[in-house]
């Protein structure tokens, strides 16, 4: 462990990884951590070309950064990555493909492993295969710790800390806007949109696999939060639909991990996704539904692959947006939780009376895409690194709600620019 790099960030030539170095340094000054840091990928021009231009844009010299060099498609690569490291940041995706074989090296190797998949399909495998492992090797494995799902699990853990109760369920609701309408081109990189392609494509299988994961049953709390289908949301005055991946599942993940681990109250939660007008609800529900079924066929899925601009009237494009339409995207994800305002002996016990108290609070920010997420992703690893004696267990496959909730996590989310607040409380 003595010689490894404390941080390497695999997949650095990519759209995410490439903007997670300026987190990483700037948390590292910001705290005056003494933590060291490398990238990895698979061609070593590429990476040094790529941090050659990073650097001139930031006015930053890279060239004494380490480099590894390893590839997906071979194990050994990856385990002489995975054993020079004390922990990876993966943002080499979709995880569908490449996510199970960098998560194996670091098991044999003894080595942490934070991601951004929103893939539940992936995720969930993850933590039925090795969590057993990583915790007997006393290493964390934590996935979806970008825009999929810290907003929304951080945010949980801070409704839950603010309640002053006992918080029985919440609904989220998140909705974007772009400050510039005059800013055009693409809003995300092809690597979400091939993540998302490959997920719709599993979807049917995640089903079964989350039989074989939740092998205790979740008591049944009261009343019971039934999910409304299209509804115009009070809390955000928009039209909405409910958004059953990636945030509802690894919140369910996190609810469930919380009975098992602490004997915790499990909180119902429902997760909406609010819209400008009835027009672009319509539209959404569409392509929605389009896009689903063209990913089922190898044959439609190619041609989606192939074709991701055309197919996603360019909102996704491989040159990614451009930095200014990323600084001009702002994010909302209102969370309003409802319980009882006395915090009961038992949190498991029903009380008698209806809820009688109700919370609103609200994570923002800007740039979701790539400042939210690689800003979450650098303090993912680094809280592993720095806090772990805050996190459960010895080691493990968890959720971030679950792995970051004791942690400083949302206090150095608040220092990067993701703002937490409550905006009613009664
Ligand atoms: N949930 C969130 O909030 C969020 C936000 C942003 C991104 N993401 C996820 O992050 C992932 C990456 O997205 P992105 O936009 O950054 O994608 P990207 O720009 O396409 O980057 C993919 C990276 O994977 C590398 N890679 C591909 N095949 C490889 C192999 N065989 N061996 C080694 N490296 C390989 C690529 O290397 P080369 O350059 O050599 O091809 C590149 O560095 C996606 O799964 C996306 O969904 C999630």
Request: proline share 5%; charged share 20%; glycine share 8%.
């Amino acid at each position: 462990m003595a010689n490894r790099l404390d941080i390497v960030i695999f997949g650095v030539t990519g759209f995410t990884g490439l903007r997670t170095i300026p987190y990483i340094t700037n948390i590292i000054k910001q705290h005056n951590l003494s933590l060291t840091w490398g990238v990895a990928g698979r061609s070593e021009t590429k990476i040094k070309r790529m941090l050659k231009e990073l650097g001139q844009r930031n006015g930053v010299n890279y060239d004494n950064i380490p480099i590894i060099i390893a590839d997906v498609n071979d194990e050994n690569s990856l385990i002489k990555m995975t054993s020079q490291a004390r922990i990876i940041i993966n943002a080499c995706g979709p995880y569908i493909l490449y996510g199970e074989q960098v998560v194996k090296a670091c098991i044999e190797t003894g080595t942490h492993h934070v991601d951004v998949s929103g893939e539940s399909i992936f995720i969930e495998k993850m933590q039925l295969l090795y969590h057993e492992e990583a915790k007997a090797k006393g290493i964390y494995i934590v996935s979806a710790c970008g825009m999929d799902s810290i907003p929304a699990e951080m945010g949980i853990v801070y409704l839950k800390n603010n309640f002053e109760g006992t918080l029985n369920s919440v609904e989220t609701y998140m909705y974007s806007s772009i400050t510039d309408l005059h800013l055009g081109g693409p809003a995300v990189n092809t690597g979400t949109y091939n993540s998302i392609i490959y997920m719709l494509s599993n979807f049917f299988k995640t089903h079964s696999q989350r039989k074989l994961l939740f092998k205790t049953k979740l008591p049944s709390m009261q009343p019971k939060l039934n999910m409304k289908i299209i509804h115009k949301s009070d809390v955000i005055n928009r039209w909405c639909l409910p958004l059953p991946e990636p945030d509802l599942a690894v919140i369910k993940r996190s609810q469930h991990l919380n009975y098992d681990l602490y004997n915790e109250r499990p909180i119902q939660v429902n997760c909406y996704s609010g819209f400008g007008s009835v027009f672009f609800m319509i539209l959404a529900m569409i392509y929605g539904f389009w896009l689903a079924m063209f990913s089922q066929f190898s044959f439609t899925r190619n041609l989606l692959l192939k074709y991701p601009r055309f197919f996603s009237y360019g909102i996704f494009s491989p040159e990614g947006p451009s930095e200014e339409r990323q600084e001009a995207t702002i994010f909302n994800l209102k969370l309003h939780g409802k319980g009882w305002s006395e915090k009961l002996k038992d949190p498991l016990l029903q009380p008698d009376s209806p809820p009688n108290k109700e919370i609103i609070a609200k994570v923002s920010g800007k740039n979701p895409g790539y400042g939210l997420t690689c800003a979450a992703f650098a303090l993912s690893a680094i809280m592993i690194l720095t806090e772990a004696d805050k996190m459960p267990e010895k080691g493990g496959v968890y959720p971030p709600g679950i792995a970051f909730a004791k942690t400083s996590i949302i206090e150095k989310l608040q220092e990067n620019g993701v703002k937490f607040e409550l905006l009613s409380k009664n």
